[in-house]
């Protein structure tokens, strides 16, 4: 049975590229089959005449994950803007199901699979439907738990806080955050780490600093965050 982890953020720019490549780096040194998966991406860089999807590029750049970029994801937009924008921009609206089949067919080639989203956890999908189309609702569609991505500077007691309380709201299992720009030398973002914890009830499961190659996290508690899908 494969298992999965869905990467999500207190909201965009925070880092999840950099911290998904650095979890899916650590399973495959610790000889795990793991992969990685992007449902929708906006942003995509031109090279020599052709849409690269960064985000994709990046991790299996720094995880040395096999594949082409393009094949790690189901919807990738030329504007950087917020998925619904992009994708209304680009006349290809994101459908659920699309996503659905290709998650299905990824985690049948792992044994773990990371799912990385784009944005803040409740950034639009989709607007035009009778209903929002949002990423929490992808994130319950893939049936993923989720580790939230948050910065540990001034303003990430509210930004995390919030965040976590959303996902309980909505019937979304948060099993981990992780603070990203960390310095362990700042009182303030020490005790951002130990606020965090203890409002949220959430463990903080790894810290990040500034241009770091590796998360200092050890083999079983990393597997323990994936769980059955």
Do not use: W
Request: proline share 5%.
């Amino acid at each position: 049975m494969t298992k999965g982890i869905f990467i999500s953020a207190t909201n965009t720019d925070v880092g999840k590229t950099f911290v998904s490549a650095l979890i899916v780096k650590k399973l495959k040194e610790y000889g795990i089959n793991c992969g990685y998966y992007k449902p929708v991406l906006s942003g995509a860089e031109e090279v020599d005449g052709a849409l690269i999807p960064g985000d994709c590029a990046y991790v299996k750049k720094i995880s040395g994950i096999e594949g082409e970029p393009k094949d790690f994801l189901t919807y990738m937009f030329r504007p950087a803007l917020s998925p619904h924008l992009a994708s209304q921009i680009e006349n290809t609206p994101i459908n659920i199901h699309n996503i659905k089949d290709d998650f299905k067919i990824k985690k049948s080639k792992y044994d773990y699979l990371l799912v990385e989203g784009a944005g803040g956890i409740c950034c639009p999908m989709n607007l035009a439907l009778p209903e929002p189309f949002l990423l929490e609702h992808i994130i319950k569609a893939l049936g993923l738990s989720v580790v939230i991505i948050a910065p540990s500077s001034l303003g990430s007691i509210n930004s995390t806080v919030l965040t976590v309380e959303y996902a309980k709201n909505h019937d979304i299992n948060v099993v981990g955050i992780i603070l990203n720009h960390y310095d362990s030398s700042d009182l303030m973002q020490l005790d951002n780490k130990l606020q965090i914890e203890r409002l949220t009830g959430i463990p903080v499961i790894a810290t990040i600093c500034d241009n770091c190659n590796n998360i200092e996290i050890d083999k079983n508690s990393l597997l323990s965050i994936f769980k059955e899908i």
